[in-house]
């Protein structure tokens, strides 16, 4: 009498190696280093020192932390005062111009999004399904990245 060879036991679901969740949790990870490493450098570098901020290589932590960038702001010296010399005293005025954009585009984007969303759903018509993802793709690019770039003589 012959006995059957008896089969690898299988592996119990602990033991197995998640490949898709860990490819899935790697990209969601450097996908959000890509979004926040711009707005950490910007902030990284307000607080460095002009020769830190320009070394070759870079440093990414600054050797000497300083607040001087934001006093220069307030208090310009005269160096500064010649590259920004109005900019404390323009301040509140851009910021209102910045804030009344920004309110008229969401507003207006707010109108625009409730007419569209209730076309889709309440009409069907030949094409709605492509003139909906061509809407939604074009809602998710912003405007800056379309505009031409205009080289400055």
């Avoid at 954009?101 to 759903?121: E, H, I, K, P």
């Amino acid at each position: 009498m012959t006995s059957i060879p008896a089969s690898r036991p299988a592996l119990p679901l602990m033991s197995r190696i998640p490949w898709r969740k860990i490819i899935l949790y790697t990209v969601a990870i450097l996908f959000a280093l890509w979004l926040v490493l711009p707005f950490y450098w910007i902030v990284n570098m307000s607080f460095m020192h002009e020769v830190d901020a320009t070394s070759v290589p870079p440093h990414f932590l600054p050797k000497d932390p300083t607040l001087a960038n934001f006093l220069g702001f307030i208090h310009p010296t005269t160096d500064q005062a010649l590259l920004g010399s109005h900019a404390v005293a323009d301040t509140p005025y851009a910021l209102m111009n910045s804030m009344i954009v920004a309110l008229t585009t969401a507003l207006f984007n707010l109108v625009l999004g409730t007419f569209a969303a209730y076309s889709f759903s309440r009409i069907q018509f030949k094409g709605s399904q492509v003139l909906l993802i061509v809407y939604l793709l074009t809602r998710m690019v912003p405007g800056i990245a379309i505009i031409i770039p205009r080289s400055i003589w």
